[in-house]
């Protein structure tokens, strides 16, 4: 991980800024509920989930994924415009080195071709935005097109051509997604990825001296539950009359929950750092009106 300074950078905000809405959706205390549901999201595309089988050490090392993907996050949302290009150039070398071939249909597949890249983003943006939502983060309409519009930058800066359409709005966004369904199922290794999710494994001592598993196993099926419910049917869970408000509030209460938290354990050291050079710029700038 890159160093984390807190020091104003020349006034540098990074891709987003202060005022954008991708500072208070990346800020919630349910991204990590909104990340597993993207990657359970994103498991259903035979083609990206092959390159995961195939090339990713989350069955060796899945605490590191995530947390290598949290820095990533952290980075291109909160880092100077230097640490998101870094983050961002670090991506495509990975993706440049993972090829081959579907199992099932004999497909090639890379994970810098633009459909795959657009596939992931549609994914992580339709979790973040959706799940942060429905635990109660209150967005208008326009705020949440707006958010999918400053999210539009990255997909291009990953690799996706100019003029490749990227979902710039909830309707487009959705819209997408209908496009893409008939090219979706659950491959055995999705229901194995999901299973894993589910169960990752834990240090010993975690497992049995810290409440570390059932809470994690409840955040995990609290993101299955935040699926839609055409991907939910597609890894064969029960879609029941009222499991989209029971998902709802159960979101909900792990805001609740959450916030009761010190920001320490919810915020990230890139958002602290973003958070610190802008008090130091503002005092700065306070301190150049009264001289």
Known sequence: MDPIDAAPADGDTGLFGPDSVTWRVHAEPTMLLAGVRALLLQALHPLAMAGVAQHSAFREDPWGRLRRTAEYLGAVSYGTTEQADRAITRVRTVHRAVRGTDPYSGAPYRADDPELLLWVHCCEVDS??????????????????????????????LGVPRGHPVP???????????????????????????????????????????????????????????????ARRMYGLPVPPGAELAATVTARAWRSGLGLLPGMLTEGPYLRAAKARLSVAENRAAENILS
């Open 128 to 157: 973040f935005l959706g799940v942060t939502r429905r635990a109660g983060l209150r967005l208008t309409p326009a705020e949440a097109d707006r958010y999918l519009t400053e999210q539009q930058l990255l997909p291009h800066r």
């Open 168 to 230: 710039g709005g909830t309707e487009e966004l959705a819209a997408y997604f209908a496009r893409i369904r008939p090219r979706l199922r659950a491959v055995p290794e999705a229901r194995e990825a999901a299973r894993f999710a589910l169960l990752p494994p834990l240090p010993g001592w975690v497992a049995v001296l810290t409440p570390a598993r059932p809470t994690w196993v409840g955040l995990a099926c609290t993101a299955m539950g935040l699926l839609p419910p055409w």
